[in-house]
Structures are given as structure tokens and as C-alpha cells.
């Protein structure tokens, strides 16, 4: 099977991300560019005889690189070559687009281009001759329509016939005065043209040419070359584009008008986040009651009838009733959390609206010294820290980037949430209160963070604020799914790897040596109560807690599933129920029902219902906790969680983007902070609650 | 005058730019060059949202000083 490597090159919002979605399916990837934390996106295609690998070059203007991501898009095709670019242009915006055209043209490689949106377009009065087009260029110009994805199937077959018949563009030809210049430079044959214009602008050889331009044109070669760029482009616009004179009120402009207004703008945000988090919380909450119940009513018995049956041992039991499913099955019910929350946020950047939350809130934040820009990154932070700090890469300069890391972990995501409401619940009237307070606690820490790194640090001004506002548009569920797809697999990837890795071992430090009776004699427990006496002071002195806290440092939510680890293997005995496997089954699916008509209907309620209290039966690992800590120790505790960076996703991503002194630092700040404002809150809760 | 004094919902022209900064660059990428209508739509903060054929860009006051229009 033969491979093609296609990259995938256009402005930012043209739709490239859902083409690629709809061309690569399941089969689609997102990592990083080495070196920089730009996203990068990747998918494959079995077409035919070929294998076609397609990567997604981020987002740019031109081929003159300032920022980042815009370096990895101009190093990719001057380095690594692809063997077809497939240029994306937004057909509404055909003339700003077709400069980045000219500009991928001089790299002399295979190009199919696609004119996407060309139903918006069309709406528009804008009507594309694209024969024509292709006839001029030398490319094959293709329809599509990124949201449906349609026509962008037919792309595969052209790609591998141009591939085939090694189709090459048309020279481009610009005036005759800078054509003649740029063959002085040639001096091989097969030089591309933006090898040449290289040479011609940067090569000290060629010093004098650049003068005599100078003197011929009036101006600098620079110039000379951006107006003859933007002279072809508008050319090939005026040729192949007809424009029927006709005013249609655009969609975008009404909504904007009251999205967008001056007073009502902030409301009507504040409002939109509210629903967010609403629906994320309580649409999802009935189905993780749901797997609670199924892990526990239904697999664990059944595995443990399973095993019996095939005359497993005590210990190979233990390992799966404690290890496996204790603490992946845990894990596992945050599934519907982190897929609604990812649904939301993917719902708010594939309509538009959260670019339109930057420029909307620029106001306040640049008086905080932040670019409206960071807004984003943060509140993506909410969701989830990781992507979050991926996302500052939108940013331009190092300073804003530096500024929104060093926030971005005090937000807190929905790993924390799960710890706190477990909490919360447990431990106070209104738990939605404390909840609620840990957030602003979080965003406070993080303010004044930023305040102190800006007295000290980045004292440097703000940056020029530019950036482009997509129109509104309404994405299908099916791009959504795709898109939720990704990263919950990546999420279940992690509880399959790493929490069970990290489950296995602690159940194994818990039992070690061998023949242990009490976890207090383990391994774990040696451990817990030599760092003990750190957390002693926030009210901490339990060596349950502390032993728990050391798994969790690879994601929060561990801290949950370790505790019950812990705990569960201190009261091992259960009481044992008769099992049939379809009466069982019968109650699952029934309750699953129910699931979905309490999400549903949770949705329409006007109060959250996520953090309502239910009342649990007293095995369970509640009543045990609730036993053995007081409320201002589980106060210190949550706030510990929040503040200090206890996920090494966060840790290593940081790492990854601004290196390992700035991580390792900022890891020592959080520990600290977190240490100091949990001791506060435990003396302030003593106060509180001494009675 | 400069692209900055603009009220929202007039229409100008660029004529040139002024200023030695790479982000000048992008924005001519973006779409605001010379010859080209641009549309104010709204100013908010420190911040002009402009209408450029069928794309809306938002460029700060501080740059907008730097482009001339009519």
C-alpha cells in the first residue's frame, strides 16, 4: 500500500478541523508539534490502494511567520514537503483567502483546492466560476460543506489522482520586472519560486539586487513582493468571482447585535456559562448514579461470581474486587462529566461564540493587565487544565502565555468537582455554597498570581489585540460526538493505563509485606504516617488521608478511588447477596431507562440539582470518612486539593511548554499555597464549627 | 483621518499604513489593506470590531491609530 502525505492548509476558521473530521472519522488524532504546544491534529484515510495521511496545519494568514503556530505551518512545508497540500478557503471570504493560496503556490507542490461554505456563499450572492479557477491555476478546485460534509468525500479520489499523475500547479507568473530579478537568482532548475523570493530577500550574495529594486520599483523589496502577492490575489478574485449586487441581512450581524451589545453583552455571558455548567452537571449526574450502581450492583458480584466459578483464589478476588474495580470502576462514572462538559465547550467553540467571549470581556480583563484573549484558556481551565494551557498558544506573546499558565491550575476542573461534592455532601448543609466558594477561592489565588508575577516578572505592557471573529454557525450533533469521542477516549486510555497502574500499586503498597491484616501495618501505611505530621497542622493527622494523597498527585479524582481502596480494605467485610445474572441484568437496563428521563428532565429544571444530598447506605465509603473527619479538617483538605497542582498531566504539560524550571517552581508555589491558605481554612473552621 | 476616530456604523476607506510592527503585516493578511471598505461596527473597551467584505476582525484603538482612512 502505497502512502500519501496530504497537509491540510488554510486560514483560521475555514473549516478545516470538520473536514478533516468528516475525511479521517474515528481514525483521528490530536497531539502536539514537538518543541511547541500547538495542536496538532492527525488523522489517516484507507482509500483505494493508498493510505493517505492527513495532518492539520494550524491556521494561518500568510507565510510569513510571527507566532508559533504560525512557524509550525511554515516549517512543515518547507522542510517535511507534503505531497499534496489540500488548501481550504472559506468561499465567503475568497479574497483574503486566496493571498495564502498565492503564497502555497510558490511552494511548487501538488495542490487541490477546496472552496468550502460555498452554500454560505451563495446566500451571500457571491458565485465562484470554478472551471475557470482551475483552468488559471493548474489545480483542481473541489466543493464542499464542512458542517454536513458534503462533498468532502469526493476529495479522496482527486487527491490520489493528482497524486498519481503527479499533477503540478501552473508557474505563477508576477511582473515581468520581479520575474526577471528572480531568475538572476536561480541557480538550479529546479528551484521552487518561494525558494527564489527567499534568496531574493534574505541571501547576502544578492545585496545588490535588492538595491536595484529599490531603484526601479520606488520601494522595498519587501514591499515589492507583499503588493505583487495581494495584486495576483485580488486579480484571480476579480476573474473568477461574480458578486451579485444585492444586501442580505446577515444572520451574524443580528445575533452579534445582541450578544455582542455594550450592557447586555456580560449578562447574557454570565448567563450562557451558568447554562453550561448547569446542563454539564445535571444532565450528566442520573447516568453516573447510573454506572455507580451498575459497577457495584452489577459487575462486581457478577465478577466475583465469574471467578468463583472458575475456582479463582482469596487473593486473586481481592486484586479484583479492590484494585480493578474499586478503583477504575470509580473512575469511570466521571465518563458522562468530562463528555457533557467537552460537549458544552465544544458546542460554544464550533458555533463561534467563544472567540466573541474575548473580545467581550477584553474590557475587564485588560484592566487586570490580562488580554482578553487569556479569558478563554481559563475558562477552558474549568474544563479541564490540560487543553487549557494548550490553548494559550493563541496568545502572542510570551509574557500573556507565562501569565495565563501560572492561572491556569487554580482553575478548577471537573476532577476537583467530584472530590468536593464527595465532600461537600458529606460534610455541610449546603454544599453548593462550599462548592461554589472553593471556585471563587481558586480564581482569587489565581488573580493574585497573576498580580504578583506582573509586579515582578513580566512587567512589560499588554499586546495589541487582533483577532477575527467567525460568523456564527450551528455545527451538526455528528461533528460534536467526533469531537467528544477524542478526548473521552483519551480520558478512558488513562483509566485503563495510568489509574489502574496507579490503583494496582497502591493496593499493592497496602498489602506489603505479605500476610498484613491491618492496612495500618502496610507499606502505604508507613508511608502516610511518616508525611503525616506535615498535614497535621491543616487537621490532616488521619495517615489515611495523607497515604491517599500520594496516588493522587497523577490526577485529583484518584484521591477518591485510593481513599476507597484504603478505606474498603480497613471494613473488607461485605454483605454478601444472592446473584442472578438476568433478574440483575433486568434491574440495570430498567434503571438506565430512568437515567435518561431524570437527565432530561433535570435539564429543565430552573435550580441546579447536582449537588442535592442523598442519603447513602452506611457501608459505604461516606459514612466511613464522615466518621473520621471533622468539617473544618475536610474544609482544609478540599482547599489543599484545589490549589495544589496534583495532576501530573498539568505538571508535565507545563513542563512540555515553557520548561522544566518554570513547572518545577510553580509545582513548589502550589504546594505552598495550598498548604498555607488549607491551614486558614482549618483554623477558621475550628472557629467556626468548634461546637 | 485615522481608522481610530471612525463612529460605529460608518463606512471609510484604508489609505495607508503607518508604523513599523509585524502585527501591521498580519492584519493587511487579514484582510485590512489598502483600497479595501471597512465597516465600524462596534467599539468596546479598548477594542474597534470592523467589517471587511464578509469578515469581522477586531483590532485594537492603539492599531487602529496607525491606519489612515477616508
Given at each position: 500500500?502505497?502512502?500519501?502525505?496530504?497537509?491540510?492548509?488554510?486560514?483560521?476558521?475555514?473549516?478545516?478541523?470538520?473536514?478533516?473530521?468528516?475525511?479521517?472519522?474515528?481514525?483521528?488524532?490530536?497531539?502536539?508539534?514537538?518543541?511547541?504546544?500547538?495542536?496538532?491534529?492527525?488523522?489517516k484515510v484507507n482509500f483505494w490502494d493508498y493510505e493517505i495521511n492527513l495532518v492539520d496545519l494550524p491556521g494561518i494568514y500568510t507565510l510569513e511567520p510571527i507566532s508559533d503556530d504560525e512557524w509550525v505551518a511554515y516549517n512543515y512545508l518547507r522542510n517535511e514537503k507534503p505531497d499534496l497540500i489540500l488548501n481550504i478557503i472559506e468561499t465567503p471570504n475568497m479574497e483574503r483567502d486566496l493571498l495564502l493560496t498565492v503564497e502555497l503556490l510558490e511552494q511548487e507542490l501538488p495542490m487541490v483546492l477546496v472552496l468550502n461554505m460555498s452554500d454560505e456563499a451563495q446566500k451571500l450572492g457571491i458565485d465562484v466560476k470554478d472551471k475557470w479557477l482551475s483552468e488559471?491555476?493548474?489545480?483542481?478546485?473541489?466543493?464542499?460543506?464542512?458542517?454536513?460534509?458534503?462533498?468532502?468525500?469526493?476529495?479522496?479520489?482527486?487527491?490520489?489522482?493528482?497524486?498519481?499523475?503527479?499533477?503540478?500547479?501552473?508557474?505563477?507568473?508576477?511582473?515581468?520586472?520581479?520575474?526577471?530579478?528572480?531568475?538572476?537568482?536561480?541557480?538550479?532548475?529546479?528551484?521552487?519560486?518561494?525558494?527564489?523570493?527567499?534568496?531574493?530577500?534574505?541571501?547576502?550574495?544578492?545585496?545588490?539586487?535588492?538595491?536595484?529594486?529599490?531603484?526601479?520599483?520606488?520601494?522595498?523589496?519587501?514591499?515589492?513582493?507583499?503588493?505583487?502577492?495581494y495584486a495576483m490575489a485580488h486579480g484571480l478574485y476579480k476573474e473568477v468571482v461574480h458578486r451579485k449586487l444585492f444586501t442580505s441581512r446577515d444572520i451574524t450581524d443580528s445575533?452579534?447585535?445582541?450578544?455582542?451589545?455594550?450592557?447586555?453583552?456580560?449578562?447574557?455571558?454570565?448567563?450562557?456559562?451558568?447554562?453550561?455548567?448547569?446542563?454539564?452537571?445535571?444532565?450528566?449526574?442520573?447516568?453516573?448514579?447510573?454506572?455507580?450502581?451498575?459497577?457495584?450492583?452489577?459487575?462486581?458480584?457478577?465478577?466475583?461470581?465469574?471467578?468463583?466459578?472458575?475456582?479463582?483464589?482469596?487473593?486473586?478476588?481481592?486484586?479484583?474486587?479492590?484494585?480493578?474495580?474499586?478503583?477504575?470502576?470509580?473512575?469511570?462514572?466521571?465518563?458522562?462529566?468530562?463528555?457533557?462538559?467537552?460537549?458544552?465547550?465544544?458546542?460554544?467553540?464550533?458555533?463561534?461564540?467563544?472567540?466573541?467571549?474575548?473580545?467581550?470581556?477584553?474590557?475587564?480583563?485588560?484592566?487586570?493587565?490580562?488580554?482578553?484573549?487569556?479569558?478563554?484558556?481559563?475558562?477552558?481551565?474549568?474544563?479541564?487544565?490540560?487543553?487549557?494551557?494548550?490553548?494559550?498558544?493563541?496568545?502572542?506573546?510570551?509574557?500573556?502565555?507565562l501569565l495565563v499558565i501560572a492561572m491556569i491550575p487554580f482553575m478548577s476542573c471537573p476532577a476537583r468537582l467530584v472530590v468536593f461534592s464527595f465532600f461537600a455532601v458529606l460534610f455541610?448543609?449546603?454544599?453548593?455554597?462550599?462548592?461554589?466558594?472553593?471556585?471563587?477561592?481558586?480564581?482569587?489565588?489565581?488573580?493574585?498570581?497573576?498580580?504578583?508575577?506582573?509586579?515582578?516578572?513580566?512587567?512589560?505592557?499588554?499586546?495589541?489585540?487582533?483577532?477575527?471573529?467567525?460568523?456564527?454557525?450551528?455545527?451538526?450533533?455528528?461533528?460534536?460526538?467526533?469531537?467528544?469521542?477524542?478526548?473521552?477516549?483519551?480520558?478512558?486510555?488513562?483509566?485503563?493505563?495510568?489509574?489502574?497502574?496507579?490503583?494496582?500499586?497502591?493496593?499493592?503498597?497496602?498489602?506489603?509485606?505479605?500476610?498484613?491484616?491491618?492496612?495500618?501495618?502496610?507499606?502505604?501505611?508507613?508511608?502516610?504516617?511518616?508525611?503525616?505530621?506535615?498535614?497535621?497542622?491543616?487537621?490532616?493527622?488521619?495517615?489515611?488521608?495523607?497515604?491517599?494523597?500520594?496516588?493522587?498527585?497523577?490526577?485529583?479524582?484518584?484521591?477518591?478511588?485510593?481513599?476507597?481502596?484504603?478505606?474498603t480494605a480497613e471494613a473488607s467485610q461485605e454483605t454478601k447477596e444472592d446473584f442472578e445474572l438476568l433478574k440483575a441484568l433486568k434491574e440495570q437496563v430498567y434503571a438506565l431507562g430512568n437515567a435518561f428521563k431524570e437527565a432530561f428532565l433535570n435539564v429543565f429544571k430552573p435550580v441546579p440539582t447536582a449537588f442535592e444530598v442523598k442519603e447513602e447506605d452506611s457501608q459505604s465509603l461516606r459514612s466511613i470518612v464522615a466518621k473520621s473527619l471533622s468539617p473544618a479538617s475536610a474544609l482544609a483538605f478540599m482547599v489543599f486539593l484545589l490549589l495544589y497542582t496534583s495532576c501530573l498531566g498539568t505538571v508535565a504539560t507545563m513542563w512540555r511548554e515553557v520548561g522544566k524550571g518554570f513547572a518545577l517552581l510553580f509545582f513548589a508555589y502550589s504546594l505552598l499555597i495550598g498548604w498555607f491558605l488549607g491551614f486558614l481554612a482549618y483554623r477558621l473552621g475550628s472557629l467556626l464549627w468548634s461546637t | 483621518m485615522k481608522l481610530e476616530e471612525v463612529k460605529p456604523g460608518q463606512e471609510v476607506m484604508i489609505l495607508s499604513f503607518s508604523g513599523k510592527e509585524d502585527i501591521l503585516e498580519k492584519i493587511q493578511a487579514m484582510g485590512l489593506r489598502k483600497g479595501r471598505r471597512v465597516a465600524l461596527l462596534q467599539k468596546l473597551g479598548r477594542n474597534l470590531l470592523l467589517k471587511v467584505d464578509n469578515s469581522r476582525i477586531v483590532i485594537s484603538k492603539e492599531l487602529a491609530k496607525n491606519i489612515e482612512v477616508q
Open positions: 500500500m502505497k502512502s500519501i502525505r496530504v497537509a491540510l492548509a488554510g486560514n483560521p476558521n475555514v473549516g478545516k478541523t470538520s473536514i478533516l473530521n468528516h475525511l479521517a472519522g474515528t481514525s483521528l488524532k490530536v497531539g502536539n508539534w514537538p518543541g511547541v504546544t500547538v495542536e496538532k491534529r492527525e488523522g488559471i491555476l493548474g489545480v483542481r478546485v473541489l466543493r464542499t460543506n464542512g458542517r454536513t460534509g458534503e462533498g468532502v468525500k469526493a476529495l479522496l479520489p482527486n487527491i490520489v489522482e493528482v497524486f498519481n499523475l503527479k499533477e503540478k500547479p501552473k508557474p505563477l507568473k508576477y511582473s515581468k520586472e520581479l520575474e526577471d530579478f528572480l531568475e538572476k537568482v536561480r541557480e538550479r532548475e529546479n528551484e521552487t519560486k518561494a525558494e527564489l523570493i527567499r534568496k531574493l530577500l534574505d541571501d547576502e550574495r544578492f545585496k545588490e539586487y535588492r538595491e536595484n529594486i529599490r531603484k526601479i520599483f520606488g520601494k522595498d523589496v519587501h514591499e515589492v513582493i507583499k503588493d505583487e502577492r445575533i452579534d447585535k445582541v450578544l455582542l451589545h455594550p450592557f447586555l453583552g456580560v449578562p447574557l455571558f454570565l448567563f450562557i456559562m451558568f447554562l453550561v455548567f448547569k446542563i454539564s452537571f445535571d444532565f450528566s449526574s442520573p447516568f453516573m448514579d447510573w454506572i455507580e450502581g451498575f459497577i457495584n450492583g452489577f459487575i462486581a458480584p457478577f465478577a466475583a461470581e465469574v471467578l468463583t466459578y472458575l475456582g479463582a483464589g482469596e487473593l486473586m478476588k481481592r486484586v479484583v474486587s479492590e484494585a480493578l474495580i474499586g478503583g477504575v470502576g470509580f473512575v469511570l462514572t466521571f465518563v458522562p462529566l468530562i463528555a457533557v462538559i467537552y460537549f458544552m465547550l465544544s458546542l460554544l467553540e464550533f458555533s463561534g461564540y467563544l472567540p466573541r467571549i474575548a473580545f467581550l470581556m477584553d474590557r475587564f480583563m485588560h484592566r487586570l493587565g490580562l488580554h482578553g484573549k487569556s479569558l478563554v484558556p481559563l475558562l477552558l481551565g474549568f474544563g479541564c487544565n490540560v487543553p487549557a494551557i494548550v490553548a494559550t498558544r493563541t496568545l502572542e506573546t510570551k509574557r500573556d502565555k455541610f448543609k449546603n454544599p453548593a455554597i462550599i462548592i461554589f466558594s472553593l471556585y471563587l477561592l481558586g480564581i482569587l489565588v489565581a488573580l493574585i498570581t497573576a498580580l504578583f508575577l506582573r509586579k515582578t516578572a513580566f512587567k512589560g505592557g499588554l499586546y495589541h489585540f487582533v483577532m477575527e471573529l467567525p460568523p456564527y454557525r450551528l455545527p451538526t450533533l455528528r461533528l460534536l460526538f467526533r469531537v467528544v469521542w477524542v478526548y473521552v477516549k483519551d480520558f478512558l486510555y488513562r483509566a485503563g493505563t495510568l489509574i489502574f497502574a496507579a490503583s494496582v500499586v497502591i493496593w499493592l503498597l497496602l498489602n506489603l509485606p505479605p500476610g498484613v491484616k491491618n492496612p495500618s501495618e502496610s507499606i502505604a501505611g508507613y508511608i502516610g504516617r511518616t508525611i503525616s505530621p506535615i498535614f497535621a497542622p491543616l487537621g490532616l493527622d488521619d495517615w489515611r488521608m495523607s497515604t491517599s494523597l500520594i496516588p493522587a498527585f497523577l490526577a485529583r479524582e484518584i484521591v477518591l478511588s485510593s481513599m476507597a481502596t484504603i478505606y | -
